[in-house]
């Protein structure tokens, strides 16, 4: 997968998770917003129905007292007829006539206002009107045209007489709003019972959530209130009440919710955890997908830097061994014993070369599946110091270099593979030749902390980037990639190095600075 298709997958993916994310915050937000709007409106309809029913609760109880005094009199009351109403009809088909009659009969039983509340006039008193109906039913007669019937008797006559209370009818709301508009609203209604009105018509629409309420004069708190109420404009509901006879209220009543963002969210709570739920399990698998692709991008480079740089190391030796061949064939060559020795050695030494290239590989390869049997026994670190040491020794001195050795450790004792330890010195040793771009200065340190012995081995080559710092113990990760082989290797060095100190149960770190060098640290522990 080339850089630009890898570039275009990666945005495209992490747009659709941008959407993905964008989508889910919209749904909560527009079901947070429907769910508000819903109760809303279940609010303002309970505050409505409160309203009604704190004025009829009003009316009911001075009704009832009205009709407690009425009957607690026990004077009959003084009557006069107002109106008489007559209707006549006639069915045809039958000649049945029926005459209804409805007289209205005014009743005083001389209860005044002042009895309500002493601050009315006293002058007024609340009357009583009684409807009186009559229907009388005349079959097989008729009707003159005085209105009357020719017969004596009705066949059937029907009665019916009914109080018709002013204070139930067209005059109830002028004289119970007169009576009852100056009193106080704590006399008018009492805190605990509106609590108990609201309380039971918001449960018959389903809002169980904790509230606060309280009736306002024009403005002005009254007594009517719940303890902990605040108002606060845009989230209290309110509603006037106990308009009088003109349709003007001076009381307002407020209800609030001081939890209710999180009442609004508790329904969603549970969509809300699955929808988060499944976002995490696509944003982990969206980077997990993410850093595969990268990973494996990385391995492609790398394996493609293997094949590349094992190539070179490769070309080598074999032209090397292509040449002193040809050189034997050659007859003037064949027939000295000294040059075909010495060709004969070259080709050794180049297949030798090869061969430790091959092992190196599967060395890692058999460290990873555990399958190289490692045996240690008790050694001196130092003495394993000067062999690695005597591997390198020519190879510096070629270069016009040297090696120093401050060996300040007392304790030296270690569980030690000889031959793999070596080859980590060697290993470490040799990439502090390599990168010295001068002649290599390096100098090896050793002390004693507790039960560890520190091996510091220091150069003044080239350095390597933070980056660099990070993966150079990866298997064939090298800083120089490419064709680009200035340092000759494979990636596999450090890979090794970093396997065995493992399997010593020690560790290995790097300090690096570009243009400065390195220095790499390996903490042994001692034997006790």
Excluded: C
Excluded at 100 to 112: A, G
Excluded at 165 to 187: G, H, M, T
Excluded at 188 to 196: A, M, N
Excluded at 378 to 400: F, K, N, P, W, Y
Aim: aromatic letters at 10%; a neutral charge; glycine letters at 4%.
């Amino acid at each position: 997968m080339n850089k630009i298709k890898f570039r275009v997958l990666v945005s495209v993916m992490s747009l659709s998770l941008i959407g993905i994310i964008i989508v889910q915050l919209y749904w909560i937000n527009s079901s947070y917003k429907n769910n508000e709007e819903q109760f809303r409106f279940h609010v303002q309809q309970v505050i409505g129905n409160v309203a009604n029913q704190i004025q009829q609760n009003e009316a009911t109880n001075f009704y009832r007292k009205y009709n407690e005094l009425k009957d607690s009199i026990g004077v009959p009351p003084k009557q006069s007829e107002l109106k008489q109403f007559m209707y006549v009809e006639r069915n045809p088909n039958t000649n049945e006539q029926v005459i209804y009659s409805n007289t209205l009969v005014l009743e005083d039983f001389n209860i005044k206002r002042s009895f309500f509340d002493n601050q009315l006039d006293d002058s007024i008193s609340v009357k009583n009107l009684v409807s009186k109906r009559k229907t009388e039913i005349f079959k097989g007669n008729t009707i003159d045209e005085t209105n009357t019937v020719n017969s004596t008797f009705p066949s059937e006559i029907v009665e019916k007489t009914e109080n018709l209370d002013i204070l139930d009818k067209a005059q109830f709301d002028i004289y119970f709003k007169d009576i009852v508009s100056l009193r106080r609203i704590d006399e008018r209604i009492s805190k605990d019972e509106l609590r108990d009105l609201l309380r039971n018509e918001l449960k018959q629409y389903g809002v169980t959530a904790t509230f606060e309420f309280g009736v306002y004069n024009n403005g002005l708190a009254t007594k009517v209130k719940s303890d902990d109420f605040v108002y606060e404009k845009g989230s209290t509901y309110g509603v006037s009440i106990l308009a009088d006879n003109e349709g003007r209220s001076k009381y307002q009543l407020y209800l609030s919710f001081p939890n209710k963002s999180k009442y609004l969210f508790s329904s969603l709570f549970g969509i809300t955890m699955l929808s988060i739920l499944f976002t995490i399990v696509i944003i982990a698998a969206y980077f997990s997908a993410i850093n595969q692709l990268i990973k494996q991008k990385q391995i492609s480079e790398i394996k493609t830097d293997f094949i590349n740089n094992m190539t070179h190391e490769f070309k080598t030796p074999i032209a090397t061994i292509n040449l002193a061949l040809d050189a034997i064939r050659n007859p003037k060559v064949i027939g000295d014993p000294e040059k075909v020795a010495r060709y004969l050695q070259m080709i050794k030494d180049e297949n030798r070369r090869m061969h430790a290239q091959v092992e190196n590989v599967l060395r890692i390869s058999k460290l990873e599946r555990r399958e190289l049997d490692i045996e240690k026994e008790g050694m001196d670190v130092h003495e394993i110091i000067e062999t690695a040491l005597d591997h390198v020794s020519l190879i510096v001195q070629d270069r016009g270099g040297e090696i120093k050795m401050h060996l300040n450790a007392l304790r030296t004792n270690a569980l030690l593979n000889e031959f793999h330890f070596t080859s980590v010195l060697v290993n470490i040793l040799d990439n502090a030749i390599k990168y010295s771009a001068d002649s290599p200065r390096i100098d090896i340190y050793t002390e004693n902390i507790k039960d560890y012995i520190l091996i510091k081995i220091q150069d003044k080559g080239v350095g390597m980037s933070k980056s660099a710092q990070k993966r150079i113990f990866e298997k064939f990760y090298r800083e120089h990639t490419g064709d680009l082989h200035n340092v000759k290797g494979h990636g596999l060095g450090l890979a090794y190095v970093q396997q065995i100190i493992e399997d010593h149960n020690a560790q290995i770190y790097v300090e690096s600075e570009k243009g400065i060098g390195s220095t790499f640290i390996i903490k042994l522990p001692l034997i006790n």
